[in-house]
């Protein structure tokens, strides 16, 4: 068509991807180490090194108490869980590379969500 508008997205549109890009998060095999909150008591440093904690089901629970305000207020939070696990972990441990694996798979999945 020679007129083509760029499809603004509602606020619903956006949760909903929201939505489908967690489930996705969640079910990925390399999800483990980021699924609940770090327990800092069994984490000796993690709470001293890192100043904004954030995992998958606290993201959970944010949007379904509707606290995101768009994608991109949940893309701030999903990209936070990962630069936590690099700024702790080795980039050579088992942790530090699911980070790397999961923000890989996160990157491609949110940017094809958006085409
Ligand atoms: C994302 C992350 N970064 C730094 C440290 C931990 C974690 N994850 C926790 C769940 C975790 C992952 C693996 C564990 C563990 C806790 O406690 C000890 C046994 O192995």
Redesign the pocket.
Known sequence: PIYCAKKTKTHKDELGICRVLLAELEAHQDA?????P??HR??PG?RKVIKKPM?FSTIKEKLTSNQYLNLETFIIDVNLVFD??ER??EDDSE?GRA?HRMRRFFDKRWTELLQ
């Not at 483990?32 to 609940?36: E, I, N, S």
Request: aromatic share 24%.
């Open positions: 483990w180490p980021f699924l609940t770090v327990n069994a984490v993690y995992d936590n696990c702790f972990n942790i980070g």
